[in-house]
């Protein structure tokens, strides 16, 4: 069974960048067809997709969030990574690395909250 779990700082400073890390478990990210996302829910908004990378090693990101955004993944810690630079006060929420397969999003992570202090 395939489990995602999350890391990485909870409070991070206005202009800094943020980093996380997902770590994979019970499979591996270069398993075929598999996507790994990150996903993030501002407080009392919806969830928001940041971007993804395919299990080939192709990134895509949100075109609103790309210019600050770079996903990579280091298979031999079968792991992914999301870095957000020049971070604000709106970037603070929930973010979630997901895992998508046959077009649906099929194993979350637990989230973790990341609050962008000014």
């Known amino acids: 069974q395939v489990q995602l779990q999350e890391s990485g700082p909870g409070l991070v400073s206005s202009s800094q960048t943020l980093s996380l890390t997902c770590t994979v478990s019970g499979g591996f990210i270069t398993a075929n067809g598999c996507g790994w996302n990150w996903i993030r829910q501002p407080p009392g908004k919806g969830l928001e997709w940041i971007g993804s990378?395919?299990?080939?090693?192709?990134?895509r990101y949100s075109p609103t969030l790309k210019s600050r955004t770079q996903i990579s993944s280091d298979t031999s810690k079968n792991q992914f990574t999301l870095q957000l630079r020049s971070v604000t006060p709106e970037d603070t929420g929930v973010y979630f690395c997901v895992r998508d397969r046959d077009w649906a999003y099929d194993v979350w992570g637990q989230g973790t909250q990341v609050t962008v202090s000014s």
């Open positions: 990378i395919h299990y080939s090693g192709t990134a």
